[in-house]
T-cell receptor, first 111, second 111 residues
């Protein structure tokens, strides 16, 4: 039982490059989330998926797209990376209104 | 500004002392959660309190919720050096699945 897994753990991009962050959970949770955390700050919600087949914008969705591939997997795509997207990205899952379980994070640097 | 705001931003105490952190929020909530983050790691859920609850305990943790004042507090009793971490409150907003995090309180417990 791995919980929430994220790949990759680290990534360096050049401005304008694209990439997809992968997230998978094995807890059969309905809801999944993507957050970013900038140094010394809390988490900001980028997108979330309340259940399979639905996605909604969070606080800071600009520059990102998401795909809820199936109940287990929720990916985050940066189409044209910008230095302002340098951050640590966390994926989480939960059963509706209950506690969220977090992955270990992806540290992304955009040069 | 963020939905949840913690106070104080940083707290330094001696081992054995109690630590109290406060969280204020702005809009109606379904629940309020507290998380801990050790440096460089993902978040770990500590406790969830629903909007119709006033107090909840879990081990050395005590959480209170005052919906009339839109505030919550987290008390850690008999703190240990291992409690050194950042603590975040997160509000589950009414009518949806969004969870909004505050900027956190950095707790340092000196041995």
């Amino acid at each position: 039982n791995a919980g929430v897994t994220q790949t990759p753990k680290f990534q360096v991009l050049k401005t304008g490059q694209s990439m997809t962050l992968q997230c998978a959970q094995d807890m059969n949770h309905n809801s999944m989330y993507w957050y970013r955390q900038d140094p010394g700050m809390g988490l900001r919600l980028i997108y979330y998926s309340a259940s399979e087949g639905t996605t909604d914008k969070g606080e800071v969705p600009n520059g990102y797209n998401v795909s809820r591939l199936n109940k287990r997997e929720f990916s985050l795509r940066l189409e044209s990376a910008a230095p302002s997207q340098t951050s640590v990205y966390f994926c989480a899952s939960s059963e509706y209104y209950n506690e969220q379980f977090f992955g270990p994070g992806t540290r992304l640097t955009v040069l | 500004s963020q939905q949840g705001e913690e106070d104080p931003q940083a707290l330094s105490i001696q081992e054995g002392e109690n630590a109290t952190m406060n969280c204020s929020y702005k809009t109606s909530i379904n629940n309020l959660q507290w998380y801990r983050q050790n440096s460089g790691r993902g978040l770990v859920h500590l406790i969830l309190i629903r909007s119709n609850e006033r107090e909840k305990h879990s081990g050395r943790l005590r959480v209170t919720l005052d919906t009339s004042k839109k505030s919550s507090s987290l008390l850690i009793t008999a703190s240990r050096a291992a409690d050194t971490a950042s603590y975040f409150c997160a509000t589950g907003l009414s009518g949806g699945f969004k969870t909004i995090f505050g900027a956190g309180t950095r707790l340092f417990v000196k041995a």
